[in-house]
């Protein structure tokens, strides 16, 4: 592709208030530009902001240019908003969705040892970061919980293979016995490919230990600004104490 058409790339890019697909960015031509030229181009132009405080990042919605995370200490001066801060417990539940999806609000509190408050619950939701996406065959039909793609675009993740891989086997066994979703790190795979394991025997109690590894060394604490600031006092009792 000639210099001119990745220049309208780059510029569309910039401009834009919402990620781009391919699909979108093929849209800015009139003569026939294959997705493969499209492709080439976003490479090259990814190499050419390497050096530069903004770099193009393909995430789960399309392709985007944002700040590097070393401006950040720089841009927050601009701003006297706090960056929002999250609760241990709104932390944990996001992680354990994020891993074991889809998985339902009575699952997570087996896994974390201490019941799950309404307002945790909306906070993700209202984030947009968790949903539910349909109700497991059991009594009452429990709402199953999964992440959505704002999640993986406010983490600069393209899908859900993107997020750490877990070093600890121990959670995935809780997991499995449980009998929740253990996600298989297939490339193609995108935030709804999950696999369930529907004959795994349901256990009453997990340590909390497999939880703190969970959560302490697998999740990258989120910051967006926006996001409503979160105390302690803002949760209800029964997350202290189950």
């Known amino acids: 592709m000639d210099d001119h058409n ?3 790339i780059e510029t569309a890019l910039l401009c834009a208030q919402e990620p781009l697909t391919v699909a979108d960015l093929s849209r800015l031509f009139i003569e026939d530009i294959t997705t493969a030229d499209i492709d080439e181009a976003l490479v090259e132009l990814q190499r050419a902001w390497d050096d530069k405080g903004m770099e193009l990042v393909h995430i789960a919605t399309g392709w985007r240019f944002q700040s590097r995370l070393s401006m950040r200490e720089y841009l927050d001066r601009l701003t006297l908003e706090k960056p929002p801060k999250y609760s241990r417990a709104v932390m944990e539940t996001l992680a354990i969705i994020a891993y074991r999806q889809p998985v339902t609000r009575g699952e997570i509190e087996e896994i974390r040892g201490v019941a799950v408050s309404s307002n945790v619950m909306k906070q993700l939701e209202d984030r947009g ?3 539910v996406i349909g109700h497991k065959e059991t009594v009452g039909r429990p709402g199953l919980y999964a992440t959505t793609k704002q999640f993986l675009d406010d983490l600069s993740l393209t ?3 993107s997020l750490p891989m877990l070093e600890d086997a121990a959670p995935m066994a809780a997991a499995a016995q449980l009998g929740q979703a253990v996600m298989e790190f297939d490339p193609s795979a995108t935030v709804e ?3 369930i394991d529907a004959d795994a ?5 997990i340590e909390e230990e497999t939880t703190e590894v969970t959560v302490e060394e697998t999740i990258i604490e989120v910051s967006v600004q926006g996001a409503e600031e979160v105390t302690p006092e803002s949760e209800d009792n029964p997350d202290e104490t189950k």
Do not use: C, D, G
């Open 201 to 205: 025997q349901e256990v009453s109690e």
């Open 6 to 8: 990745k220049r309208v």
């Open 129 to 131: 970061w968790v949903e």
């Open 193 to 195: 490919t999950v696999v």
């Open 159 to 161: 899908n859900l293979q």
